[in-house]
């Protein structure tokens, strides 16, 4: 396996000013490879998200340190982390090609430049055709789409996911879920995805991170050993069932706690 | 509105003004409560050639204008500070939502008091008018900026002054004029109500005036004139909403 480009270790996180609050994260060690693509579930309220935000440098953990790519993780790294949240959360004043666009645009890069950028990422998520939309005329899933190209438009290593599809309805997901496989074996980013949904983890993700109830801890590290490309009718077979059989349990334990 | 509507509403304006005309030609309608169309416009033709006229519509607009440029920055300011800064707010808000429903009107005296029956006053009057509104349209305007573009911008390493300039301006910016606008509502009615309770010049002064002599056709004809300036600043700033307000969901 190749080297670890996003590391945990030693993770906790109270929330709090003092660091006496709630705590989210308790003692958390995780390596993941470059071009891995790794799931995290685990039962609501269990810090997957503030997991995230962690490698998204948005807040500090209160012990241990985050590494990307060799270097510690003390504020935001836009061009090597990209991040695609529940909510599309598009600037709705902004067509679709200059949503996209908009992380360059804070980098200070020339709008010619950085609309050429965006305009690949949006044929790379199949969207040419409405780069002048606005956001309210998209759908959600268009809109997830363009979130997804600004998630790239840096070419980061790292693809951070926040229960992406999450907000959209079951059919759109699974096409979506598709769409995400096809862009990351295109681009083969290190991504990080965190979902409620045990089939999305395991449809897409080559290794599956299990967090406990709060405070959240790694009580799972499970390896998806299903062949790429990934298809719908992988998701009745045994091996597939299996691995979703084995996170279900440490979930249910966990409620029955 | 479509072109069949504007075109029903012209229509109905155009019919009732005719109708007024012949009422009080027919000897319907007395003419020295209510003059003919005909008699109003030929007084607007009058007062537009007199040069004591058009120095009163100066000096209003003036006062007006100089109300606005005070009363809107600085309600901004304070209605930003007060959302952005949550013990302060918690502090004030009470109180300016009490002040906000008292009538204005009644602390005309004391600012006549304070300043005595000058511009100054008319602007200090203006001002105090509009800046309630303001500042509540600048809090509910910084209170409409989604806090997840704010994370979505930090995450892509947006500074603070980036923040202010790509997420807080353009979110803010409808909803600020249209305070804008309902300030200056206020803020016309504001000097207005001085220049007639009390003054030297202004286009109020005078109204005060013709109303007092029972110059009936002056009077109407300064009300065209107020009215006509009003709706002009107020479709202005609402064509300028819609322009910046494109993206906001319609309907």
């Given amino acids: ?84 949240f529940q909510e599309a959360n598009l600037l709705p004043w ?93 681009t083969r980013k290190t991504v990080i995805f965190v979902t409620h949904s045990l089939n999305e983890a395991v449809y897409l ?53 | 509105m479509r072109r069949h509507e504007r075109l029903i509403v012209a229509a109905v304006v155009l019919g009732a003004v005719l109708l007024w005309e012949g009422l009080v030609r027919g000897g319907r309608l007395d003419a020295s409560l209510a003059p003919a169309p005909s008699a109003i416009v030929s007084a607007l033709l009058r007062l537009a050639g007199r040069p004591e006229v058009l120095t009163s519509l100066w000096v209003t607009g003036w006062e007006v204008l100089a109300a606005f440029l005070i009363a809107a920055p600085a309600g901004l300011f304070i209605g930003f500070v007060l959302a952005e800064v949550p013990a302060l707010g918690a502090l004030f808000r009470p109180l300016l939502n009490f002040l906000f429903g008292v009538p204005k009107s009644i602390f005309l005296p004391v600012f006549i008091l304070v300043f005595g029956v000058s511009i100054p006053q008319k602007i200090a009057f203006g001002v105090f008018t509009t800046l309630f509104v303001v500042i509540m349209g600048g809090i509910a305007a910084v209170e409409s900026v989604p806090r997840e573009l704010i994370t979505v911008s930090r995450a892509y390493g947006a500074t603070r002054l980036q923040i202010i300039r790509e997420i807080y301006l353009p979110a803010m910016a409808p909803i600020l004029l249209e305070s804008a606008r309902l300030g200056m509502i206020f803020n016309i009615t504001a000097v207005l109500l001085c220049e007639i309770y009390g003054a030297r010049d202004g286009i109020g002064y005078r109204i005060a005036a013709w109303g007092e002599n029972l110059q009936m056709p002056q009077l109407y004809a300064a009300l065209v004139i107020v009215a006509a300036a009003a709706v002009a600043v107020n479709e202005a700033l609402r064509a300028a909403e819609a322009r910046l307000g494109f993206w906001r969901h319609r309907g």
């Avoid at chain 1, 958390?28 to 997991?51: I, N, R, W």
């Avoid at chain 1, 597939?240 to 996170?247: A, L, Q």
């Fill in chain 1, 1 to 84: 396996m190749t080297r670890a480009l996003v590391s945990l270790r030693g993770v906790s996180h109270r929330f709090g000013t003092d660091g006496a609050g709630l705590v989210a994260l308790a003692d958390v060690d995780l390596e993941v490879p470059d071009g891995q693509f790794v799931a995290v579930v685990g039962p609501s309220g269990c810090g997957k998200s503030t997991l995230l935000s962690l490698v998204a440098g948005l807040r500090q953990p209160s012990d241990g340190g985050v590494w990307c790519d060799g270097e510690r993780i003390t504020a935001p790294m836009p061009r090597k982390v990209g991040m695609v």
């Fill in chain 1, 205 to 257: 993700a080559d290794r599956v991170i299990v967090l406990s109830p709060r405070p959240g801890r790694v009580v799972d590290d499970v390896t998806v050993a299903l062949p790429r490309p990934r298809s719908f009718a992988m998701t009745s077979t045994e091996r597939f069932g299996v691995v979703k059989d084995r996170i279900w349990q440490h979930i249910r334990n966990a409620a029955h706690a």
């Fill in chain 1, 94 to 186: 902004l067509s679709a090609i200059d949503n996209v666009a908009f992380p360059l645009k804070l980098r200070g890069i020339p709008k010619a430049e950085r609309r050429a950028g965006a305009a690949r990422m949006l044929t790379l998520t199949g969207l040419s055709g409405f780069e002048d939309k606005l956001p309210h005329q998209l759908s959600g899933g268009m809109k997830q789409r363009v979130a997804i190209a600004r998630g790239l438009v840096q070419d980061p290593a790292v693809l951070l996911m926040d229960e992406p599809f999450a907000s959209l309805d079951e059919q759109t997901r699974m096409l979506l879920g598709d769409e995400l496989l096809r862009i990351w074996a295109e």
